[in-house]
């Protein structure tokens, strides 16, 4: 039998099938359930054999998890095959009552909102078993005492598990769920998308792009604003060094610890404080090489002239080499492949350099201000 195909950028769309379900799923289901050979899914999908053969074995691979595998159970049972001998009637019910098992289009981004928004907070978790009509959304109060913060329909829970947003920590008679960085992302898009919805109505805020907004880690601090403090909101994605000091070792440690990451956001803001002055010419791309480095500064502003007499003591400090990584990444905010490749260095090189430039950044502050005070803000 011939697939009944949509296609939709080079991708084959089975409209017997959700629009939510990933591609590999789709892919997956086509090879089990009616057999199609994987060299035909490939044309079809215009991709190489070798692709469609890992998206697969991968999918083979998460039917350990128990939402997922009833997702697929229930889409395999609505897909129509080829060589059926049962009658019309019986085969219209069948997919009656697999459709009553499968989450709808409509459901998906509503549901995600409200669940997604439930396991983003601390110490939550999502419950399932063979026994529970519907999942529950967990959260851990007090040691010992989980209060349950929301319910979600089977079918909805099984659909966020195919589609990577949780993922399954703890098997057996009752398995427990736990928001993925997919998932995560996925939220911020529907929220940014939700706001959208809302900026048409004149005054409104706008966000351009959900996907970008997906990238962003928002956070507020206090800074200083003449008179008093304000609260300020910031993105913390923003740097490379807060995503460095995000990540984590094999030991549980992070890569950065956080008096590094405030020393690069010290040599930061001075380099932000240093553009506010008139008539600056320092050429920071020839900054570590021989030649004049004096200030042209005529300006009023003592803050910017003393932000850049600090830029260039610490980088007088730290040297060539420690010094160029530490501006491209602190100040100039490039990501670390970006630097490896400008710089000629070799991959996944740059962020021990780095590690060695914050270690010697943080001790000229030390040396120089103290505990890195006074800080900017």
């Known amino acids: 039998m011939q697939r009944n195909t949509l296609l939709t ?6 409209p017997d099938l959700p629009d939510w379900v990933p591609p590999a799923a789709r892919d997956y289901l086509e090879h089990t359930e009616n057999g199609r050979p994987m060299r035909a899914l490939a044309r079809d999908d215009g991709r190489h054999a070798s692709t469609i053969l890992r998206q697969v074995r991968k999918i083979e691979t998460r039917r ?22 049962s009658s019309e009637s019986a085969l219209k019910m069948q997919h009656i009552r697999a459709s009553k098992q499968i989450a709808k289009d ?22 399932v078993a063979s026994s529970m009509e519907k999942a529950a959304v967990m959260r851990q109060i ?32 009752v398995a427990c769920y736990q928001i993925t960085t997919a998932g995560r992302a996925a939220l911020k898009r529907l929220i940014a998308g939700e706001i959208n919805q809302r900026s048409r109505r004149p005054g409104a805020e706008v966000i351009s792009s959900p996907f970008q907004e997906q990238h962003k880690d928002w956070e507020t601090r206090e800074v200083n604003a003449g008179s008093g403090t304000k609260r300020m909101r910031y ?26 990451v405030q020393a690069g956001e010290r040599l930061r803001e001075d380099f932000e404080m240093a553009q506010l002055g008139a008539r600056v010419t320092q050429n920071w791309d020839r900054f570590l090489t021989s030649g004049a480095r004096g ?22 400090f730290l040297g060539p080499g420690l010094g160029d990584i530490a501006l491209r990444c602190c100040c100039y905010l490039e990501g670390m492949e970006t630097a ?12 021990i350099v780095l590690r060695i430039a914050l270690q010697r950044l943080k001790l000229h502050y030390e040396s120089v201000h103290g505990i890195l005070s006074p800080m900017i803000g």
């Not at 950028?9 to 089975?14: K, Q, W």
């Not at 490749?341 to 090189?349: D, F, Q, T, V």
Request: charged share 30%; hydrophobic share 35%.
């Open 9 to 14: 950028s080079g991708a084959a769309i089975d």
């Open 64 to 85: 350990d998890d128990p939402l997922v595998d009833e997702a697929l159970t229930a889409l395999g049972r609505n897909l129509p095959r080829s060589g059926k001998t």
């Open 106 to 127: 409509s459901e998906i981004d509503g549901e995600a909102r409200r669940i997604l928004r439930r396991m983003c907070e601390t110490s939550a978790f999502l419950i």
């Open 142 to 173: 007090a040691p010992g005492k989980p209060v349950r913060t929301a319910v979600v329909e089977r079918r909805i829970a099984q659909a966020f598990a195919l589609k990577d947003w949780i993922e399954c920590t703890k098997k057996g008679k």
């Open 235 to 260: 993105n913390l994605a923003e740097s490379p060094l807060t995503a460095l000091g995000r990540r984590k070792g094999q030991n549980g440690a992070r890569f950065l610890t956080s008096d590094l």
């Open 295 to 316: 200030f042209q500064n005529n300006g009023p502003a003592e803050g910017p002239r003393a932000a850049r007499e600090r830029v260039a003591s610490a980088l007088k």
């Open 340 to 351: 490896e490749k400008r710089m000629g260095w070799s991959a996944r090189s740059g962020k």
